[in-house]
């Protein structure tokens, strides 16, 4: 069974930094491309970032709004997916969920996610 | 970036109506849509990929199709758990992008 757990969430002043971590099991982590999807409270989905897989040497995608002070990452040992977060703004609050990334025809859309970290940026 | 326009933002149905739900791409995106219900409090769940693919273990209930930058989400007979968000999302280029949503509810 496929599971994906998010935690580091938490609350964070603005201009703060914070850590999220993705623990994924059931599947093999490292043939997969990563994402991770924010919503904001009563707002809709919102894509962040994205790693590719060993294959494509762990390449990386980012959502313009967050280009330069995020930071995706993952450890295929660990089975774990990670989002570095710096100069945290007010409009960064939001529950992030990790995705697993799912492909077809060379194109990568999600199938599985988890339930979310929530972040909250304020002062 | 392609910006996806989800239409209508809400609607309300009775029990065994059949529901559409449409999403326009602002540039051409071939397959590569997606579509995702999302109950409240839960996590997006996966329905649909390349427009009218079946994810495994989604009910047949469920139908995707495209017309140029249309898609649309077919629910051929609505039921209460069908109470949820739905979303579209192309998977063709960086930016990925989301549809804004249409939340079904029950009459």
């Known amino acids: 069974e496929v599971q994906l757990v998010e935690s580091g969430g938490g609350l964070v002043q603005p201009g703060g930094s914070l850590r999220l971590s993705c623990a994924a099991s059931?599947?093999?982590?490292?043939?997969?491309?990563m994402d991770w999807v924010r919503q904001a409270p009563g707002k809709g989905l919102e894509w962040v970032a994205r790693?590719?897989?060993?294959?494509?040497?762990?390449?990386?995608e980012y959502a313009a709004s967050v280009k330069g002070r995020f930071t995706i990452s993952r450890d295929d040992s660990k089975n774990s997916l990670f989002l570095q977060m710096n100069s945290l703004r007010t409009e960064d609050t939001a529950v992030y969920y990790c995705?697993?990334?799912?492909?077809?025809?060379?194109?990568?859309?999600?199938?599985?996610w988890g339930q979310g970290t929530p972040v909250t940026v304020s002062s | 970036d392609i910006q996806m326009t989800q239409s209508p933002s809400s609607l309300s149905a009775s029990v065994g109506d059949r529901v559409t739900i449409t999403c326009r791409a602002s540039?051409?995106?071939?397959?590569?849509l997606a579509w995702f219900q999302q109950k409240p409090g839960e996590a997006p769940k996966s329905l649909i990929y390349?427009?009218?693919s079946l994810q495994s273990g989604v009910p047949s209930k469920f139908s995707g199709s495209r017309s140029g930058t249309d898609f649309t989400l077919t629910i051929s007979s609505l039921q209460p758990e069908d109470s949820a968000t739905y979303y579209c999302?192309?998977?063709?280029?960086?930016?990925?992008?989301f549809g804004g949503g249409t939340k079904v509810e029950i009459k």
């Open positions: 995705a697993r990334g799912y492909v077809s025809r060379g194109y990568w859309t999600f199938d599985y």
């Open positions: 059931g599947f093999t982590f490292s043939d997969h491309y």
């Open positions: 790693t590719r897989n060993k294959a494509k040497s762990y390449t990386t």
């Open positions: 540039q051409g995106l071939d397959n590569y």
């Open positions: 390349d427009a009218s």
């Open positions: 999302q192309q998977y063709n280029s960086y930016p990925l992008t």
